[in-house]
């Protein structure tokens, strides 16, 4: 397996009672990169993720990991993956230590393993000097930085992370942003779902932009910018524009 087919998703499809969410999504990601799916509320990240992440079941095509198939070899797809889901998992009258300590277990490390790797990872969203304290007391923000150091639980190497900044405050976004970029940079690779276009156009390196189910164009932002003009210029809401006639902003 090369790794510029560490991930490669082929013709994936998702039916829901005879509504198409997932209509022929095909990509690669390359180990080490940030990949952005980027599209309105309703255009098929979420689906595509949980599809991708063994946790919904597919209706047609699909994925691997690793060179292990998501259909046929789920168990082993788990083993190199964490996920961060767009809605929080987390036990609110448990500390943060205590959450990351919990999830490190399910997922086979030993007390003394999980806990050491608990707080490093608080250390990575910066939330040590809060990791004693009962997460129901957290802003959204901590919450959400609690929620993506409980993915980072047994060290993945494949994080998706479904839009991990909304309803976040700046300071935890930026924080949320140092941390994906940091693991990144220790040769991690990220799957990124957002529908902030500023969001995909800083982190990631290669970007699918989605929209009724389907993959519209892919490609580096620089790219997909100078497809219609100087692409300091242009940016990814006006490409989203031109390739479906609305606005980022206002689909769904
Ligand atoms: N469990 C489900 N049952 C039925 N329809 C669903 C379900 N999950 C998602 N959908 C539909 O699939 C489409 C894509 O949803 P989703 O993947 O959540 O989009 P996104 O994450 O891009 O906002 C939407 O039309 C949504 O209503
Ligand atoms: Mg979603």
Redesign the pocket.
Known sequence: MADAEFVVVRDLRKV??G?T??DGVSFTIERGEIFGLL??????????IRMMSTTLPISAGDVTVAGHSVRRKPAAVRRHIGVCP?ELALYLELTALDNLVFFGRMRGLSRREAAAQAMENLELVGLTDRARQPVAKFSGGMKRRVNLAIALMNRPELLFL?EPTVGVDPQSRNHIFDTIEGLRDGGMTVLY?T?YMEEADRLCRRIAI?DG?RVIALDTPHNLKARYGDPERVTLEDVFLRLTGRRLRDAG
């Open positions: 829901f009672n509504h969410a997932v599209g309105p509320n309703g255009a098929g990240k979420t689906t595509t767009q479904d779902t529908h989605m189910g």
